[in-house]
């Protein structure tokens, strides 16, 4: 199983990004997707997550800014990012449930200035 994803960048302060996550080679239904966050020197931490039938979960600091989605059919996950603030400023890792494993993508960088 891969996950590619797409759609990090450089954008000023209250702009907007979409992130995409595209998963490939599994044989079996995806369960559970969703996005974590990274800043050097830090921990990865949570930012959404979204299970099959379409319900989504948000970390406090992105509820309300942040939307989750996905769509089955093309087995990719989305984050679409409105009102980003620098402390935004990471690299975001996607993942995939298959089979009760989790699966990674490589990482796509935000970067949101001042």
């Known amino acids: 199983v891969q996950l590619q994803a797409f759609g990090g960048g450089l954008v000023q302060a209250g702009g907007s990004l979409r992130l995409s996550c595209a998963v490939s080679?599994?044989?079996?239904?995806?369960?559970?997707m969703g996005w974590y966050h990274q800043v050097p020197g830090k921990q990865r931490e949570w930012v959404a997550d979204?299970?099959?039938?379409?319900?989504?979960n948000y970390a406090d600091s992105v509820k309300g800014r942040f939307t989750i989605s996905r769509d089955n059919a093309k087995n990719t996950v989305y984050l679409q990012m409105n009102s980003l603030k620098p402390e935004d400023t990471a690299v975001y890792y996607c993942?995939?449930?298959?089979?009760?494993?989790?699966?990674w993508g490589q990482g796509t960088q935000v970067t949101v200035s001042s």
């Open positions: 993942y995939a449930v298959v089979t009760a494993k989790h699966y």
């Open positions: 080679g599994s044989t079996f239904s995806i369960n559970g």
């Open positions: 979204i299970t099959s039938d379409g319900s989504a």
